[in-house]
T-cell receptor, first 114, second 114 residues
Framework: AQTVTQSQPEMSVQEAETVTLSCTYD???????LFWYKQPPSRQMILVIR??????QNATENRFSVNFQKAAKSFSLKISDSQLGDAAMYFC???????????FGKGTKLTVNP | DTEVTQTPKHLVMGMTNKKSLKCEQH?????MYWYKQKAKKPPELMFV???????INESVPSRFSPECPNSSLLNLHLHALQPEDSALYLC?????????????FGPGTRLTVL
């Protein structure tokens, strides 16, 4: 079964600085998709960024970018110019081609200090 | 409109009650999901409906009964729940339920079973 590992239960960053959240996954498949979701306290989960495994280019969305290392099975999220509103639980998730199931990591709680 | 709505926001019920959770989306999505999320944990998949047919049941106890009356609406009927069923219940939808589809989450229903 595919697994997703987020080795940092909690992280903190100063406002305006950069932070990187790590995620590794275990799969023998070549067709899959990776996601980062953000869940602020008492608010709904939203998609931060999405990456197709067949694409070499790392996905970016404004201040959010990923470092996708397919051979190493690593999918880290970099948040630049951190803002107070970035404080949330961040979940890395894996979706295998042909499957209907999104597999989540355990999450990393990000605190942004003013 | 990328909104998934869920009602009620909060629900308190006794172990002998029967209640229902409701989820609605108007994005034309054909796949809908129920997840259960305990505090500080990732969401756990319960059910997947694809084109109004139940396609995944993750061995959920029969006291949870899903229903998809049409492509926009998803219900979760609750009966004879246990205190350990207290959690945040999330609904999500995606375009077709395919691997690359982004899942859009609702705000959840916070359920307390007394």
């Amino acid at each position: 079964a595919q697994t997703v590992t987020q080795s940092q239960p909690e992280m903190s960053v100063q406002e305006a600085e950069t932070v990187t959240l790590s995620c590794t996954y275990d799969t023998s498949e070549s067709d899959y998709y990776l996601f980062w979701y953000k869940q602020p306290p008492s608010r709904q989960m939203i998609l931060v960024i999405r990456q197709e495994a067949y694409k070499q280019q790392n996905a970016t969305e404004n201040r959010f970018s990923v470092n996708f290392q397919k051979a190493a099975k690593s999918f880290s999220l970099k948040i630049s110019d951190s803002q107070l509103g970035d404080a949330a639980m961040y979940f890395c998730a894996y979706f295998q081609g042909g499957s209907e199931k999104l597999v989540f990591g355990k999450g990393t709680k990000l605190t942004v200090n003013p | 409109d990328t909104e998934v709505t869920q009602t009620p926001k909060h629900l308190v019920m006794g172990m002998t009650n029967k209640k229902s959770l409701k989820c609605e989306q108007h994005m034309g999505h054909r796949a809908m999901y129920w997840y259960k999320q305990k505090a500080k944990k990732p969401p756990e998949l319960m059910f997947v409906y694809s084109y109004e047919k139940l396609s995944i049941n993750e061995s959920v106890p029969s006291r949870f009964s899903p229903e998809c009356p049409n492509s926009s609406l998803l219900n979760l009927h609750l009966h004879a729940l246990q205190p350990e069923d207290s959690a945040l219940y999330l609904c999500a939808s995606s375009q077709d339920g395919l691997a690359g589809d982004t899942q859009y989450f609702g705000p959840g229903t916070r359920l307390t079973v007394l």
